[in-house]
């Protein structure tokens, strides 16, 4: 296991690095690396590593998310209102209808397996946009509208929202049936996971106020912690809905107000740890990625992805309509939503072993999506950004005196 790390640190820095000369997104080497490392090419990793990848990536999400409520301002995020909130929901919602719509004209498939593979595809990346957001923040470009501030939110909370949805679904095809108390889960785990987060941030400042601990000793205890509210959202799992996810970013978001100067060096010690925790998550990625799969797929699947993002965008329109956001503002919060992933990597495969009929179609469509849509986005947002957004005027005072 050792030497399948060894390999993926190195070989994902060295694609990250030629793809960067490039002047392409490091993630896509990244990903590359890990196709090639991944049972599906050259089959280098080490099969004990692999069985804990689904872990190893939630442990690199949980860290950008806890960077992330670091460094979110409350009071920018209250200043995009409306659209915030829309866009933690309608984007996805709006995909998921054009493959219920468009996937049994393209493959052949009923409505209930187009809501299933739509519910796999709907799901955008928080690896992809979170740490791009966060750049915005830290230059202030964009901030002035809070644009970076509610993608950063509704890219957390839509994959709530698209996992809800697919255990329904699949639910539905498996003849489990499906309730309204499935449905009422989505409100439930967002407030208890707000509400829990806000409450574990505040003890937290309390208890760094009372008691001195070096900053790294903070960083460990905050990760710690972050991985128990993953914990207890499986322990709840059946008793009551919490978003555990969400629950950490509310946790670093109630620090950053309550103690912002600390919240500021703790966010800068994980951004450390991010370029560590960025390798695996998207070498890993990759390794889940099954490219004989990609080939198979045929036109159809990658049309049906490329359309679905469309609908996406036609939904994050909606979400902006109405607001204070130019046209050039409103373009770019429509290709920054579009990255998939993480979400697609983790689910993709769960039709196929549930024995569902669109099970194969369901992971080629994730593999797709992953092998589409992450590129693309993530080039999106690092080549517009400057050129969509505005940065105010006292980015650099406020950046040094933080």
């Not at 709530?160 to 009422?184: H, N």
């Not at 797929?297 to 607001?323: H, Q």
Request: aromatic residues 4%.
């Amino acid at each position: 296991m050792l030497t399948s790390l060894a390999l993926i640190f190195l070989t994902g820095m060295l694609f990250a690095a030629i793809v960067s000369r490039l002047r392409l997104p490091g993630l896509l080497g990244m990903l590359l690396a890990g196709i090639l490392l991944g049972p599906g090419v050259l089959d280098l990793l080490s099969p004990d590593l692999l069985a804990i990848s689904a872990d190893l990536r939630r442990l690199a999400l949980v860290i950008i998310l806890t960077r992330a409520g670091l460094t979110l301002q409350l009071s920018d995020l209250r200043r995009a209102g409306r659209p915030a909130v829309l866009l933690c929901f309608l984007p996805a919602c709006a995909e998921i209808l054009g493959v219920v719509l468009l996937a049994p004209l393209l493959l052949g498939v009923n409505r209930l397996d187009a809501a299933i593979i739509g519910s796999i595809l709907a799901a955008v990346s928080p690896a992809v946009i979170v740490p791009r957001m966060i750049r915005l923040i830290e230059t202030r470009r964009g901030t002035e509208k809070g644009i970076p501030q509610m993608l950063l939110v509704g890219a957390s909370v839509d994959d709530v929202l698209v996992i809800v949805l697919f255990t329904a679904f699949t639910g539905l095809a498996a003849g489990e049936g499906v309730s309204a108390w499935a449905f009422l889960q989505v409100p439930i785990s967002l407030i208890t996971g707000i509400v829990g987060g806000i409450l574990v941030g505040l003890g937290l400042n309390l208890l760094f106020r009372r008691f001195h601990l070096r900053d790294s000793a903070k960083v460990v205890l905050l990760l710690s912690i972050s991985l128990l509210l993953l914990e207890l959202e499986d322990r709840l799992s059946g008793i009551l809905p919490f978003s555990g996810l969400l629950a950490i970013m509310a946790a670093g978001a109630a620090l950053n107000r309550s103690y912002q100067p600390l919240a500021m060096r703790l966010s800068a010690k994980y951004n450390k740890i991010w370029v560590a925790a960025e390798l695996a998550l998207f070498v890993l990625v990759g390794a889940a990625v099954d490219p004989a799969y990609a080939l198979k797929a045929g036109a159809g699947v990658a049309v049906l992805v490329a359309l679905a993002l469309l609908f996406r965008m036609g939904g994050v329109w909606l979400s902006v309509a109405g607001t204070r956001l130019t046209g050039k503002e409103r373009l770019f919060a429509m290709l920054a939503y579009t990255p998939k992933a993480t979400v697609q990597a983790a689910i993709g495969s769960v039709p196929l072993a549930m024995g569902l009929s669109c099970g194969s179609l369901a992971l080629t469509a994730a593999v797709v999506a992953i092998l589409l849509t992450a590129p693309f986005g993530a080039i999106a947002i690092d080549l517009t950004a400057g050129k969509l957004l505005t940065q105010e005027a006292k980015a650099a005072p406020e950046t040094a005196s933080a």
